[in-house]
């Protein structure tokens, strides 16, 4: 299966600042998700958005979904130093029945 | 909300046996579960999907004679690997949903091949 790309593949910051991380995929999608993954960890359900969903808000998260360019944004305002971790985007293509994961982008927030 | 659970969490084997790990859904039922493997540093790559009472679906380049899947019930579903080498240690994680934008995932299951 051909993954998306993330990028950055790594970021680091300060704490209190945001965090930007973009994903982009390759085939028509039902919806796209947003997973964390803390180290050798299991992954977390951050935000699902619809392929009819340009964006969406949940707590300190926003996901914003652009179909025309196949990409997808995770916005992660007031970072905190819990907040590192890795970060995958996840689409779920139409006739596929199968999740395909992006690289991810692994997020460092500095104390 | 809906918990996976795999087990065991680590395993280290010497080359050449085989490992089971199980995948259990505690709370629902799942007709379907994936299992995925992931490299240090990289993506989870889908290696299967495990349908219950009939035959796993492998992804291009997963030997399905080398991982064994058998979705025995509802609740569980096993990834045996056969005949285990050091290429095989890695991260297997596997996931279970009434729906597949609705995934669970399991906590992973560590295997170290010496």
């Known amino acids: 299966s051909q993954q998306g790309e993330e990028d950055p593949q790594a970021l680091s910051i300060q704490e209190g600042e945001n965090a930007t991380m973009n994903c982009s995929y390759k085939t028509s999608i039902n919806n796209l998700q947003w997973y964390r993954q803390n180290s050798g960890r299991g992954l977390v359900h951050l935000i699902l958005i619809r392929s009819n969903e340009r964006e969406k808000h949940s707590g300190r998260l926003r996901v914003t979904l652009d179909t025309s360019k196949k990409s997808s944004s995770l916005l992660i305002t007031a970072s905190r130093a819990a907040d590192t971790a890795s970060y995958f985007c996840?689409?779920?293509?139409?006739?596929?029945?199968?999740?395909?994961f992006g690289q991810g982008t692994r997020l460092t927030i500095n104390p | 909300g809906a918990v996976v659970s795999q087990h065991p969490s680590w395993v280290i084997c010497k080359s050449g046996t085989s490992v089971k790990i199980e995948c259990r859904s505690l709370d629902f039922q799942a007709t379907t579960m994936f299992w995925y493997r992931q490299f240090p540093k990289q993506s989870l790559m889908l290696m299967a999907t495990?349908?219950?009472?009939?035959?796993?679906?492998?992804e291009q380049g997963v030997e399905k004679d080398k991982f064994l899947i058998n979705h025995a019930s509802l609740t569980l579903s096993t990834l045996t690997v056969t005949s285990a080498h050091p290429e095989d240690s890695s991260f297997y994680i596997c996931?279970?949903?009434?729906?597949?934008?609705?995934?669970?995932f399991g906590p992973g299951t560590r295997l170290l091949v010496l």
């Open positions: 495990s349908n219950e009472g009939s035959k796993a679906t492998y």
């Open positions: 996931s279970a949903g009434t729906r597949i934008e609705t995934q669970y």
């Open positions: 996840a689409t779920d293509s139409q006739g596929a029945q199968k999740l395909v």
